[in-house]
């Protein structure tokens, strides 16, 4: 099979790195893709939102599958576009339909489909700039902290969470009224503030089938012991050691199942991965958020650890025989620790020249921002590149990343020392 990847980050590396390893996998493309993705496959140089240009690629090298990474073109029905087209529509590609996609477009949509097929989550009500008004009385309402967030696609900046009534009032303003994340905060949902620790679930899905991936627990703020700005994503760990069987369990029965069920009940049509963002209030899980495609450096521990052939998985969910495929899992932990451009996640310079790639030992660096320029790996992004390593244990697998992290270096290199200091 020839296969395209959509997107450029660790996320697209480390699917390319995963399907390169395919028997399947005959010629492998990624666009726009990285320096990473350049060492195993071809990158073509084009938007993933630029459907016109994917279609004429897809043609031009013969391509049977397409696995989509990033939300955007999955929220703007890049997946409809392929069965609308009679040019395309023998093609399979990974990631739901613009329907079910609005899981993740929508943070309203999302609570309404929790609400409707009784998934545990935090009470929330939406509110646009006609009724900003109502917004604060709301606010007024609520115990702090107070969580506001914008509807629509904010690049996983669209939540703020503050402890102030009167900041909180200000900053729903700012949302609603002056636009402060665009358009994705033209509506936004405020909700209860669930006290717990956090944990992300993994599920694929074919539509009527799922299987569940292992869980991960990712590092969201810049600064040690969870401090600062909200970022992509800081690093990550996997398993989660305090998801018990017993927890697992109610996981699978309060919520993936549900979820899956709803998808059918509703109508929407769903080939792909859906990420399920919980919180462990007490001894149970809530829903914080569903995204409609892997997280991201969730993936950089999650898919190292998945043993089987992932184009034989990806074949099952588009001729939806998932039921079929027995998930092999590593018993190994993996964690993986994200270097970041000094600055990030404010503004930060690009083109820094990345050196030390060649002495890493034992761990596996998934390259994010990051580009080929005259022969030279240099940074092009915020999230620059994704250490991954396994241990025997977290601490094992952390310590391994941290001492291939002792070899790298470009100007104003930035990353977390404590991942995993809560568990």
Sequence with gaps: ???????????????????????????????????????????????????????????????????????????????????????????????????????????????????????????????????????????????????????????????????????????LKNMLVDAKFGNASSKVVIEEFLDGIELSCFVLTDGKNYKILPTAKDYKRIGEGDTGLNTGGMGAVSPVPFATPEFLNKIEERIVKPTIDGLQKDNLPYKGFVFIGLIKVGDDPKVIEYNVRMGDPETEVVLPRLKNDIVEIFNAIANQTLDTIQIEIDKRAATTVMLVSGGYPEAYEKGKEITGLEAVEGSIPFHAGANVKEGKVVTSGGRVMAITSYGNTYNEALKKSYQNIDKLHFDKMNYRKDIGFDL
């Excluded at 073509?44 to 004429?56: E, H, L, P």
């Excluded at 690629?57 to 409809?80: F, N, R, S, T």
């Excluded at 900046?157 to 009032?169: H, P, Q, S, T």
């Design 1 to 171: 099979m020839n296969i395209l990847i959509l997107g450029s980050g660790g996320r697209e590396h480390t699917f390319a790195w995963k399907t390169a390893q395919s028997p399947l996998c005959n010629n492998l493309f990624v666009a726009p893709g990285n320096s990473g993705t350049a060492s195993i496959a071809e990158n073509i140089n084009i938007s993933v939102t630029d459907f016109d240009a994917i279609k004429k690629l897809v043609i031009d090298k013969q391509i049977d599958m397409v696995v989509v990474g990033p939300e955007d073109p999955l929220v703007q029905g890049v997946h409809d576009y392929f069965l609308n087209d009679s040019a395309l529509k023998h093609v399979s590609v990974i990631g739901p339909e613009k329907a079910a996609a609005e899981l993740e477009g929508s943070k309203e949509f999302a609570k309404e489909f929790m609400m409707r097929h009784n998934i545990p989550t935090a009470a929330y009500q939406s509110f646009n700039a006609s009724n900003v008004e109502e917004g604060y009385a709301f606010l007024e309402a609520l115990n702090p902290p107070y969580v506001l967030k914008a509807d629509g696609l904010a690049a996983g900046k669209g939540v703020l969470i503050l402890d102030n009534l009167e900041e909180a009032k200000t900053e």
